[in-house]
């Protein structure tokens, strides 16, 4: 396979996000990384490294869940 059509798994996506391969693994299976560009090999996602180009992943150790609106006064 040519070095333009290389693939990654999820050791390459880990290191690319800069996050565990057990970390890339739940992210895939919580449905929080891009569809795989591969699907031959059962269990064995692929992506090409252009499919993380212009992705963002979701949270980026932000939980947006955990923090009020700034611009309201907190409560209590």
Same mark, same amino acid.
């Given at each position: 396979? !040519? &070095?333009?059509? @290389?693939?990654?798994?999820?050791? /390459? +996506?880990?290191?690319?996000?800069?996050? #565990? +391969?057990? !970390? !890339?693994?739940?992210?895939?299976? *919580?449905?929080?990384? =891009?569809?795989?560009?591969?699907?031959?090999? =059962? &269990? *064995?996602?692929?992506?090409?490294? $252009?499919?993380? @180009? &212009?992705?963002?992943?979701?949270?980026?150790?932000? *939980? #947006? &869940?955990?923090?009020?609106? =700034?611009? /309201? =006064? !907190? $409560?209590?």
């Amino acid at each position: 396979m !040519a &070095d333009d059509q @290389q693939l990654w798994g999820y050791t /390459e +996506v880990a290191k690319h996000l800069g996050i #565990s +391969v057990g !970390a !890339a693994r739940n992210r895939k299976n *919580r449905g929080t990384l =891009p569809d795989p560009d591969d699907t031959s090999i =059962p &269990d *064995r996602p692929r992506w090409k490294p $252009s499919t993380f @180009q &212009d992705w963002k992943p979701l949270g980026q150790g932000h *939980r #947006s &869940d955990l923090h009020g609106n =700034p611009s /309201e =006064p !907190a $409560s209590g």
